[in-house]
């Protein structure tokens, strides 16, 4: 049962243009979610992260959008960069002490310069 | 180093043969995950300690697998009678946890593991 799915495997945006990587959860209970860039040969790293009690998280070019009704969020890369050429992957939790995290099966990004 | 080490890089064994898979969190994290990347696939979760309590290892796929983990510090992942279906980046990752603690991982750069 995959709670956490980001169906698009992969993604080819031109440089200077927005990157939308898209990601959608089933379960409900999930009130964290996060953005990691994963590098081939590398450990994947943390980008960026939003709560449940907000709708809009933005730092620098990287901004995540969540859609709690929708169980739906976004991360959008504006503009792109060739080094953003990476494999992202979202992931969901719960606040607090348990904090076990569920991972996406991740969505590739190829910036064209 | 102050990062999430892992060790070795990577591993190349035959079937049948065991191996054991070593991390080394990032000193006064307190929550240490296993994940396994199969090739062309997402993070799968394997195992999760966080402190003293009993470690979730609800993603464990088989009983060929298990970890341990000493205190708060280094842990270890053991594969038996490995398989080639073995084969994947082991990830380790440590996090601060605790109550009010960060989600936020850190995460080694893996292990190669292929089983021939």
């Known amino acids: 049962d995959q709670q956490v799915k980001q169906n698009s495997p992969s993604l080819s945006v031109q440089e200077g243009r927005i990157s939308i990587l898209n990601c959608d959860y089933t379960?409900?209970?999930?009130?964290?979610f996060l953005w990691y860039k994963k590098y081939p040969a590398e450990g994947p790293t943390f980008l960026i992260s939003i709560s449940s009690i907000k709708d809009k998280n933005e730092d620098g070019r990287f901004t995540v959008f969540l859609n709690k009704s929708a169980k739906h969020l976004s991360l959008h890369i504006v503009p792109s960069q060739p080094g953003d050429s990476a494999v992202y992957f979202c992931?969901?939790?719960?606040?607090?002490?348990?904090?076990?995290?569920?991972f996406g099966t991740g969505t590739k990004l190829q910036v064209i310069p | 180093g102050a990062g999430v080490s892992q060790s070795p890089s990577n591993k190349v064994t035959e079937k049948g043969k065991d191996v054991e898979l070593r991390c080394d969190p990032i000193?006064?994290?307190?929550?240490l995950y296993w994940y396994r990347q199969r090739l062309g696939q997402g993070l799968e979760f394997l195992i999760y300690?966080?402190?003293?309590?009993?470690?979730?290892k609800s993603g464990l796929p088989s009983d060929r697998f298990s970890a341990e983990r000493t205190g708060e510090s280094v842990s270890t992942l053991t594969i038996q009678r490995t398989q080639q279906e073995d084969s994947a980046v082991y990830l380790c990752?440590?996090?601060?946890?605790?109550?009010?603690?960060?989600?936020?991982?850190?995460f080694g750069p893996g292990t190669r593991l292929t089983v021939l």
């Open positions: 379960n409900s209970m999930f009130d964290y």
């Open positions: 992931a969901a939790t719960l606040s607090g002490g348990y904090q076990k995290v569920t």
């Open positions: 300690f966080q402190g003293n309590s009993a470690p979730d």
């Open positions: 990752a440590s996090s601060l946890g605790g109550a009010s603690g960060n989600n936020e991982q850190f």
């Open positions: 000193s006064g994290h307190t929550a």
